[in-house]
Nanobody, 122 residues
């Protein structure tokens, strides 16, 4: 049974940092991604990484501030978030897919975690 379990969310002041983790069990995946959804908005792509960590993609608004990485030995994917802004406030979801080149489309991901809340105060 495949499970994705996120952790690491919380409340932080603007300019602060958080690191999200996503523990994957049940199988390995070619692509891992992070998405976020703010109240009243559609789910948005944040970052994705391919199977060996060499293919990494970010949405423009987080480039230079967020870093995605994966530890295949621990079957865990991380999202290091620095210089957080109030507009980063959302529920963050981990997602997994078998393709070797990550997609930025949520519909392309087959498995999802339950989400973790990130709140950035002004």
């Amino acid at each position: 049974q495949v499970q994705l379990v996120e952790s690491g969310g919380g409340l932080v002041e603007a300019g602060g940092s958080l690191r999200l983790s996503c523990a994957v069990s049940g199988r390995t995946f070619g692509s891992m991604g992070w998405f976020r959804q703010a109240p009243g908005k559609e789910r948005q792509f944040v970052a994705a990484v391919n199977w060996n960590g060499n293919g990494i993609y970010y949405t423009n608004s987080v480039k230079g501030r967020f870093t995605i990485s994966r530890d295949n030995a621990k079957t865990t994917v991380y999202l290091q978030m620095n210089s957080l802004k109030p507009e980063d406030t959302a529920v963050y979801y981990c997602a997994a897919d078998g393709r070797l080149v990550p997609s930025t489309l949520s519909d392309d991901y087959d498995y999802w975690g339950q989400g973790t809340q990130v709140t950035v105060q002004r």
